[in-house]
């Protein structure tokens, strides 16, 4: 289980901005501090709540956000152009980022084997992870002032 003081793993995945590209997280670590928002499925309630969150009341100005799901590329593309979000998505059905993490879990009730926990992470400048939360079941948030105080401590 990543926690906080690991270095963070790195993986790659799909970038999704106005473009589609090839992600390797390691390309993004070492300037400012990274959030890793997973989240389970794009289109989804708590998902979307969660994401238009990061969209309208996170300060993003001193890190990189990635929202990160298992999700193809192409649907992430269609949910970031329909809840005009400002930051990159990353697709992850290879299940690259979620393992890495160890943040895999499954919707058995409809079928669905594996999706990226809720969970987010913060890495610093020097690639250590210095905050993380799980959600304890799929309909729970972040809490964004932690989130936001985690971003500034990583930032010094």
């Given at each position: ?28 670590l070492g300037d ?37 799901s298992t999700d193809l590329p192409h ?82």
């Open positions: 289980m990543t926690d906080v003081g690991d270095d963070a793993p790195t993986f790659t995945a799909s970038l999704v901005t106005d473009d589609m590209e090839p992600f390797d997280l390691s390309d993004h400012e501090p990274v959030v890793l928002a997973f989240f389970p499925a794009a289109f989804s309630n708590t998902c979307t709540d969660e994401m238009e969150a990061l969209r309208d009341g996170f300060d993003r100005d001193d890190c990189t956000l990635f929202g990160v649907a992430l593309d269609a949910y970031r152009v329909q809840y005009d979000l400002p930051f990159a998505l990353v697709a992850d059905p290879a299940h690259r980022g979620i393992t890495a993490y160890d943040v895999v879990d499954s919707f058995d009730h409809i079928g669905v084997d594996t999706v990226a926990q809720r969970a987010v992470f913060v890495i610093d400048g020097d690639g250590v992870v210095t905050h993380r939360w799980l959600a304890d079941n799929p309909g729970q948030e972040p809490d964004y002032d932690a989130l936001a105080t985690a971003v500034d401590e990583a930032s010094k």
